[in-house]
């Protein structure tokens, strides 16, 4: 999956820092003390609210345009970046037992090079999924 990009409403808190909403997604907000502290948050809001969408399987939320969506006073609009695939590779690292077949040469091979098969399982896969976007 490519990159998404979601507007996202950044509003001065009266105590200081920001409080963020996201047009699209109306149960998606946080909040930070500063503006990269508010930043960074709701680039991980976003992700929990995309990936529990995902998990359920509903559609991810049509994106506005930016240049359509009004703020009030004391709030302005920030697109925010966001990568599910490093997401769900910086959050969800939660190791699955695989079980697989290879040819016995190949087994014998490797190991006698005292190879690490999840290691170099976990690249290829990673290397290949890359390679698709």
């Not at 809001?45 to 359509?68: F, K, M």
């Not at 190791?95 to 014998?108: F, G, H, M, Q, Y």
């Not at 091979?109 to 290949?128: G, H, R, V």
Request: aromatic fraction near 10%; glycine fraction near 4%.
């Amino acid at each position: 999956m490519n990159k998404l990009f979601y507007p996202a409403i950044f509003h001065k808190a009266e105590e200081g820092g920001f409080w963020v909403t996201f047009p699209d997604i109306a149960e998606c907000f946080t909040q930070g003390d500063d503006m990269s502290q508010a930043y960074e948050m709701a680039v991980d809001a976003l992700g929990l609210a995309l990936t529990c969408r995902e998990q359920e399987h509903l559609p991810l939320p049509a994106v506005s345009d930016p240049t359509t969506i009004s703020t009030e006073p004391d709030s302005f609009l920030v697109v925010i970046e966001f990568d599910m695939f490093a997401y769900k590779k910086r959050t969800n690292s939660r190791a699955v037992k695989k079980t697989l077949s290879i040819p016995e040469w190949l087994n014998e091979a490797a190991m006698s090079m005292d190879l690490n098969f999840s290691q170099i399982l976990q690249e290829a896969l990673i290397s290949k999924i890359q390679a698709a976007k």
